[in-house]
């Protein structure tokens, strides 16, 4: 059983930061691709960021890159969000996600993860 747990999530004026953590629990050896998703309420799901754990290599949505930072703790069996420069249209639950495989193949489609967390909510106020 793998279970995820997201936290650090809150509400941030126009160009704060936060800092998300997602803890795995369970069999997760096998699930090296790991990934952050958010939803704005009356939106799809959308990809973030995602990070192959056995290489680093990183991926991002067009709407982050440069400012959210993607990172992992392996003996923890963790993933970070680094949020910064925050806007308000990045308000959204965001869910951090896990899947077997290599991340090179639809990095931020949810359709391709196996494992989601509860999400944490994240408010950025003008």
């Known amino acids: 059983q793998v279970q995820l747990v997201e936290s650090g999530g809150g509400s941030v004026q126009t160009g704060g930061s936060l800092r998300l953590s997602c803890a795995g629990s369970?069999?997760?050896?096998?699930?090296?691709?790991m990934a952050w998703f958010r939803q704005a309420p009356g939106r799809e799901r959308e990809g973030v960021a995602a990070i192959y754990t056995r290489d680093g290599n990183e991926y991002y949505a067009a709407s982050v890159e440069g400012r959210f930072t993607i990172s992992q703790d392996n003996a923890k069996n963790a993933a970070y969000l680094e949020m910064n420069s925050l806007k308000p249209e990045d308000t959204a639950m965001y869910y951090c996600a896990r899947r077997r495989g290599n991340c090179r193949l639809g990095p931020l489609n949810a359709d391709w993860y196996d494992y989601w967390g509860q999400g944490t909510q994240v408010t950025v106020s003008s």
């Open positions: 369970g069999d997760t050896d096998d699930m090296p691709c």
